[in-house]
Protein backbone atom coordinates (compact mmCIF):
# COMPACT_ATOMS: atom_id res chain seq x y z
CA UNK A 1 0.00 0.00 0.00
CA UNK A 2 1.57 3.59 -0.84
CA UNK A 3 2.03 5.42 2.31
CA UNK A 4 0.76 9.15 3.13
CA UNK A 5 1.33 11.66 0.61
CA UNK A 6 1.45 15.00 0.95
CA UNK A 7 1.95 18.14 -1.06
CA UNK A 8 3.69 20.54 -1.80
CA UNK A 9 7.10 18.87 0.38
CA UNK A 10 8.30 22.17 0.93
CA UNK A 11 6.44 25.96 0.67
CA UNK A 12 8.18 30.15 1.16
CA UNK A 13 5.28 31.96 1.44
CA UNK A 14 5.00 35.55 2.60
CA UNK A 15 3.36 37.60 5.35
CA UNK A 16 -0.06 38.00 4.65
CA UNK A 17 -0.90 35.53 2.12
CA UNK A 18 -2.27 32.45 2.57
CA UNK A 19 -1.70 28.97 1.77
CA UNK A 20 -3.52 25.11 1.42
CA UNK A 21 -1.58 22.10 1.95
CA UNK A 22 -3.05 18.49 0.49
CA UNK A 23 -2.80 15.48 2.22
CA UNK A 24 -3.49 11.81 0.74
CA UNK A 25 -4.26 9.25 3.09
CA UNK A 26 -3.81 5.29 2.81
CA UNK A 27 -5.79 3.93 1.49
CA UNK A 28 -9.33 2.92 3.19
CA UNK A 29 -8.23 5.19 6.38
CA UNK A 30 -11.00 7.39 7.04
CA UNK A 31 -8.98 9.58 9.96
CA UNK A 32 -6.53 12.19 8.68
CA UNK A 33 -5.12 14.48 11.69
CA UNK A 34 -2.75 17.34 11.02
CA UNK A 35 0.13 18.69 13.68
CA UNK A 36 1.98 21.82 13.15
CA UNK A 37 5.89 20.94 14.42
CA UNK A 38 8.05 23.84 15.28
CA UNK A 39 11.64 23.89 17.37
CA UNK A 40 10.27 25.88 20.36
CA UNK A 41 6.75 24.20 20.43
CA UNK A 42 7.32 20.78 19.77
CA UNK A 43 4.70 18.74 17.75
CA UNK A 44 0.65 19.99 18.48
CA UNK A 45 -2.63 18.92 17.11
CA UNK A 46 -4.22 21.43 15.08
CA UNK A 47 -7.08 19.06 13.82
CA UNK A 48 -8.77 15.70 12.76
CA UNK A 49 -11.26 14.49 10.49
CA UNK A 50 -13.31 11.78 9.95
CA UNK A 51 -15.62 10.80 7.14
CA UNK A 52 -15.58 14.86 5.93
CA UNK A 53 -16.44 16.01 9.81
CA UNK A 54 -14.10 17.73 12.00
CA UNK A 55 -13.94 15.13 14.85
CA UNK A 56 -11.05 17.23 17.05
CA UNK A 57 -9.66 20.31 17.28
CA UNK A 58 -6.27 21.62 18.81
CA UNK A 59 -5.59 25.49 20.36
CA UNK A 60 -4.98 27.15 17.16
CA UNK A 61 -6.69 30.86 15.85
CA UNK A 62 -9.27 30.42 13.37
CA UNK A 63 -6.99 31.22 10.37
CA UNK A 64 -6.18 27.35 10.65
CA UNK A 65 -9.14 25.48 8.76
CA UNK A 66 -9.08 22.42 7.49
CA UNK A 67 -11.68 20.09 5.36
CA UNK A 68 -12.00 16.48 3.96
CA UNK A 69 -13.12 14.97 0.65
CA UNK A 70 -15.21 12.15 0.59
CA UNK A 71 -12.11 10.30 -0.51
CA UNK A 72 -10.28 11.22 2.70
CA UNK A 73 -8.21 13.44 1.18
CA UNK A 74 -7.49 16.50 3.14
CA UNK A 75 -6.83 19.97 3.23
CA UNK A 76 -5.58 22.72 6.00
CA UNK A 77 -5.71 26.48 5.02
CA UNK A 78 -3.92 29.06 6.75
CA UNK A 79 -4.52 32.35 5.89
CA UNK A 80 -3.04 35.74 6.34
CA UNK A 81 0.13 33.74 7.13
CA UNK A 82 2.51 34.77 10.09
CA UNK A 83 6.05 34.88 10.81
CA UNK A 84 5.64 32.20 13.45
CA UNK A 85 3.37 29.79 10.95
CA UNK A 86 6.76 29.12 10.11
CA UNK A 87 6.72 25.07 10.72
CA UNK A 88 6.65 21.40 9.34
CA UNK A 89 3.02 20.85 9.01
CA UNK A 90 2.49 16.73 9.23
CA UNK A 91 -0.22 14.65 8.59
CA UNK A 92 -1.37 11.22 9.65
CA UNK A 93 -3.90 8.76 8.55
CA UNK A 94 -5.49 6.03 10.91
CA UNK A 95 -7.43 2.87 10.43
CA UNK A 96 -7.74 2.63 14.44
CA UNK A 97 -5.32 3.79 17.15
CA UNK A 98 -1.85 3.81 15.25
CA UNK A 99 -1.32 6.89 13.17
CA UNK A 100 0.77 6.84 10.18
CA UNK A 101 2.57 10.22 9.18
CA UNK A 102 3.02 11.54 5.76
CA UNK A 103 6.78 13.30 5.02
CA UNK A 104 5.41 16.74 6.37
CA UNK A 105 5.25 20.20 4.11
CA UNK A 106 8.11 22.67 5.29
CA UNK A 107 6.01 26.21 5.11
CA UNK A 108 8.74 28.89 5.44
CA UNK A 109 7.05 32.57 6.02
CA UNK A 110 8.84 35.46 4.90
CA UNK B 1 -6.53 15.23 32.39
CA UNK B 2 -4.60 12.70 30.18
CA UNK B 3 -1.41 13.67 29.55
CA UNK B 4 1.94 11.67 28.14
CA UNK B 5 5.72 12.90 30.15
CA UNK B 6 9.10 11.96 28.53
CA UNK B 7 12.53 12.76 29.56
CA UNK B 8 14.09 15.88 27.94
CA UNK B 9 16.98 15.70 26.17
CA UNK B 10 19.23 16.09 23.87
CA UNK B 11 20.74 12.98 25.01
CA UNK B 12 24.20 11.67 23.94
CA UNK B 13 25.77 8.69 23.93
CA UNK B 14 28.39 6.74 22.61
CA UNK B 15 27.53 3.89 19.80
CA UNK B 16 26.79 0.78 21.62
CA UNK B 17 25.82 2.50 25.15
CA UNK B 18 22.66 1.51 26.41
CA UNK B 19 20.03 3.58 26.27
CA UNK B 20 16.94 4.60 28.09
CA UNK B 21 14.27 7.01 27.41
CA UNK B 22 11.76 7.28 29.57
CA UNK B 23 8.10 7.75 29.42
CA UNK B 24 5.33 8.06 31.96
CA UNK B 25 1.66 8.43 31.50
CA UNK B 26 -1.65 9.37 33.02
CA UNK B 27 -4.86 8.36 31.32
CA UNK B 28 -8.19 6.55 32.96
CA UNK B 29 -7.97 3.47 31.81
CA UNK B 30 -5.37 1.33 30.22
CA UNK B 31 -4.90 3.14 26.77
CA UNK B 32 -2.43 1.56 24.00
CA UNK B 33 0.88 2.87 24.04
CA UNK B 34 3.07 4.13 21.38
CA UNK B 35 6.97 4.95 20.24
CA UNK B 36 7.44 6.87 17.49
CA UNK B 37 10.66 8.26 15.79
CA UNK B 38 11.53 10.66 13.56
CA UNK B 39 14.58 10.70 11.23
CA UNK B 40 16.02 13.92 10.56
CA UNK B 41 14.03 15.66 7.50
CA UNK B 42 11.25 13.20 7.76
CA UNK B 43 8.02 12.72 9.45
CA UNK B 44 7.33 10.67 12.69
CA UNK B 45 7.13 6.72 11.88
CA UNK B 46 5.85 4.27 14.26
CA UNK B 47 8.72 2.22 16.29
CA UNK B 48 6.59 -0.08 18.64
CA UNK B 49 3.76 -0.25 20.57
CA UNK B 50 1.99 -2.24 23.57
CA UNK B 51 -1.87 -2.73 23.83
CA UNK B 52 -1.96 -3.76 27.20
CA UNK B 53 -0.88 -3.96 30.66
CA UNK B 54 3.04 -6.18 30.64
CA UNK B 55 3.07 -6.27 26.80
CA UNK B 56 6.36 -5.82 25.22
CA UNK B 57 7.23 -4.05 21.93
CA UNK B 58 9.57 -4.65 19.77
CA UNK B 59 11.20 -3.33 16.87
CA UNK B 60 14.65 -3.03 15.28
CA UNK B 61 16.72 -3.92 18.91
CA UNK B 62 14.60 -1.57 20.45
CA UNK B 63 12.08 -2.70 23.14
CA UNK B 64 9.47 -1.25 25.70
CA UNK B 65 7.13 -2.61 28.27
CA UNK B 66 4.02 -1.41 29.74
CA UNK B 67 3.93 -0.88 33.14
CA UNK B 68 0.88 -0.34 34.74
CA UNK B 69 2.07 -0.41 38.02
CA UNK B 70 4.28 2.40 37.26
CA UNK B 71 2.15 4.18 34.06
CA UNK B 72 5.38 4.27 32.33
CA UNK B 73 6.45 3.08 29.05
CA UNK B 74 10.63 3.11 28.92
CA UNK B 75 12.29 2.68 25.36
CA UNK B 76 15.46 0.55 25.74
CA UNK B 77 17.93 -0.64 23.52
CA UNK B 78 21.40 -2.61 24.53
CA UNK B 79 23.37 -1.06 21.84
CA UNK B 80 22.47 1.85 20.07
CA UNK B 81 24.08 2.82 16.51
CA UNK B 82 24.90 6.30 15.10
CA UNK B 83 21.75 5.41 12.72
CA UNK B 84 19.34 5.58 15.90
CA UNK B 85 19.88 9.47 15.83
CA UNK B 86 16.92 11.14 15.64
CA UNK B 87 13.73 12.35 17.95
CA UNK B 88 11.82 9.75 19.76
CA UNK B 89 8.09 10.42 20.53
CA UNK B 90 5.86 8.84 23.21
CA UNK B 91 2.36 8.90 23.03
CA UNK B 92 -0.85 7.49 23.46
CA UNK B 93 -4.51 7.81 22.00
CA UNK B 94 -6.78 10.02 24.12
CA UNK B 95 -9.79 7.84 24.22
CA UNK B 96 -12.08 6.16 21.44
CA UNK B 97 -11.68 8.76 18.19
CA UNK B 98 -8.11 8.33 17.31
CA UNK B 99 -7.01 11.36 19.11
CA UNK B 100 -3.13 11.04 19.94
CA UNK B 101 -1.38 12.73 22.36
CA UNK B 102 2.80 13.13 21.84
CA UNK B 103 5.15 13.76 24.50
CA UNK B 104 7.66 16.68 23.66
CA UNK B 105 10.02 14.20 22.31
CA UNK B 106 13.91 12.82 23.15
CA UNK B 107 16.42 13.89 20.62
CA UNK B 108 19.10 11.53 20.72
CA UNK B 109 22.56 12.24 19.39
CA UNK B 110 24.98 8.78 18.91
CA UNK B 111 28.57 9.70 18.17
CA UNK B 112 30.95 7.05 16.55
Known amino acids: KAGVTQTPRYLIKTRGQQVTLSCSPI?????VSWYQQTPGQGLQFLFEYFSETQRNKGNFPGRFSGRQFSNSRSEMNVSTLELGDSALYLC?????????FGPGTRLLVL | GDSVTQMEGPVTLSEEAFLTINCTYT??????LFWYVQYPGEGLQLLLKATKADDKGSNKGFEATYRKETTSFHLEKGSVQVSDSAVYFC???????????FGKGTRLHILP
Open chain 1, 92 to 100: ASSLSETQY
Open chain 2, 91 to 101: AMPMNRDDKII
Open chain 2, 27 to 32: ATGYPS
Open chain 1, 27 to 31: SGHRS
